[in-house]
């Protein structure tokens, strides 16, 4: 059996004076895909916070590579290949593309191999290579999602933290983000997937997860879960 890369056990998260995550128990294993869905406020992005040590959590654990993330920065973390694009994208706006990508390698010092992992993202995004000069801030909700994820594909992440990839997005960008991180999941990427269009993240994943108010009430096969009739009364509007 694969290698767990994220056990989360019994996770309590405080946030703003709130209880947001009240005791969640998931992992993920070497080579998954796995989507963690949910309404907007039951959690998910609080807890994406949380692995990634930009929010303290108040109890349980969080273990990455079999070792506790408790007092590891996100920079200790991102050497040791975890990698997050953030709600909102988080582009440097200020900067062009190019250097965009530089950042995302900024834990690495392997000239040859960034320039050519640059070459790489604008074989997967050919738009961003049209545009390598141009400054991240003028671009649209779509090519900054890109730029997103190919700058945390720089790190050459074991394990790729997506949050709400498709928010905001056009139907046809979220064609094209969806395509990509199923591609980049075909390459061996561990990805843990949250996301509101359900549908979406259960028909690529391994497995799902499903989060509400706080905690995980439900868990399994992804392709079960898109079938099981709680799930598509919920969250599929069916």
Do not use: C
């Not at 709130?18 to 070497?30: M, N, T």
């Not at 000069?133 to 999602?145: I, N, P, R």
């Not at 996301?195 to 690529?204: D, G, P, V």
């Not at 997860?209 to 009430?217: C, D, K, P």
């Amino acid at each position: 059996m694969s290698q767990v890369l994220l056990k989360v056990s019994g996770l309590k998260v405080a946030y703003g004076g709130i209880q947001a995550v009240k005791g969640v128990d998931f992992e993920v294993r070497e080579g998954e895909l796995v989507s963690l869905i949910g309404s907007n406020g039951a959690g998910k992005t609080t807890t994406m916070k949380a692995i990634t040590g930009t929010l303290p959590a108040a109890d349980g654990s969080i273990e990455y590579l079999g070792v506790s993330n408790k007092g590891r920065g996100a920079w200790d973390l991102v050497r040791e290949g975890l990698a997050m694009v953030p709600e909102g994208r988080g582009v440097f706006a200020r900067m062009s593309i190019t250097e965009n990508l530089q950042m995302g390698a900024y834990v690495r010092n392997d000239k040859a191999g960034i320039a050519a992992d640059i070459d790489r993202i604008f074989t997967i995004f050919p738009r961003l290579k049209e545009r390598a000069t141009q400054l991240a801030g003028t671009m649209s909700g779509g090519e900054q999602q890109m730029l997103a994820m190919g700058r945390a594909l720089m790190s050459r992440p074991k394990l790729l933290l997506l949050d709400e990839p498709s928010m905001g997005l056009s139907p046809i960008m979220v064609d094209k983000i969806f395509e990509v991180i199923k591609d980049v999941s075909a390459q061996g990427v561990t990805i843990l997937l949250v996301e509101q269009n359900a549908s979406r993240a259960l028909q690529i994943a391994n497995r799902g997860y499903v989060m509400e108010s706080g905690l995980i009430t439900m868990s399994g096969d992804a392709q079960e879960m898109l079938n099981d009739p709680k799930v598509r009364a919920a969250y599929l509007g069916e």
